[in-house]
């Protein structure tokens, strides 16, 4: 079979949500047999920007937050949402005001280090974007490395972000990853696609 055989068609799209932070839909498809399935649920949110980033002494520079998902707190790399509105006429996602430029994922992967952490780099590689969940979402995930980061100011968070810094080294990194608290699977690929770049 080729692709034209496999791909289900959309025949109908309920929005149960729309705002400004989520597209989430229940949909119908036709399968390539003919079969007509639903509700399959799917959704769109921004797209968004990992920096791996390490200081002048090659320690990860690392966030601690509260992920409500999992109910914990979790070590992480800095990250972001692509703003989406300059993109659109409408003030919530759609499908497809979500995807963004690598222009504007890279804006936001500089604006987030800084406003995150304080650290800014001159040395800045881009690592890969992907889906960010393809059964689920049609977001995508750019991902970058930042090197010899450096400290310029304090950190300047949004009204809902509550987040600490920490610099660890990469045997801490990978021991939180492995058997920590390190448990977002998108920064463990983050962090994988930075070792092999």
């Not at 390539?32 to 959704?43: A, D, L, S, T």
């Not at 390490?54 to 972001?80: L, S």
């Not at 310029?152 to 920590?180: A, H, M, P, S, W």
Request: charged letters at 30%.
């Amino acid at each position: 079979m080729d692709n034209k055989d496999l791909t289900w068609k959309l025949q109908n799209a309920q929005h149960l949500a729309q705002d400004e932070w989520i597209d989430f839909r229940a949909c119908d498809y036709e399968l390539p047999n003919g079969e007509i399935i639903g509700p399959v649920y799917n959704f769109s949110k921004h797209s968004f920007s990992i920096i791996v980033a390490r200081d002048e002494q090659g320690r990860f520079i690392c966030v601690r937050q509260y992920r409500h998902g999992i109910d914990e707190v979790t070590t992480e790399f800095p990250a972001g949402a692509i703003e989406y509105k300059d993109k659109s006429d409408v003030p919530y996602i759609t499908f497809d005001n979500i995807i963004a430029t690598e222009d504007d994922a890279f804006e936001t992967a500089r604006r987030e280090l800084k406003e995150e952490t304080g650290y800014v780099s001159d040395n800045w590689k881009h690592l890969m974007t992907a889906p960010s969940n393809a059964t689920l979402s049609n977001s995508n995930v750019h991902i970058y490395a930042a090197e010899n980061c450096h400290k310029v100011t304090g950190q300047e968070l949004d009204d809902t972000e509550f987040l600490n810094v920490e610099l660890i080294d990469e045997e801490e990194l990978v021991k939180r990853i492995y058997v920590g608290d390190f448990k977002q699977t998108i920064h463990m690929l983050a962090y994988f696609l930075y070792k092999n770049a």
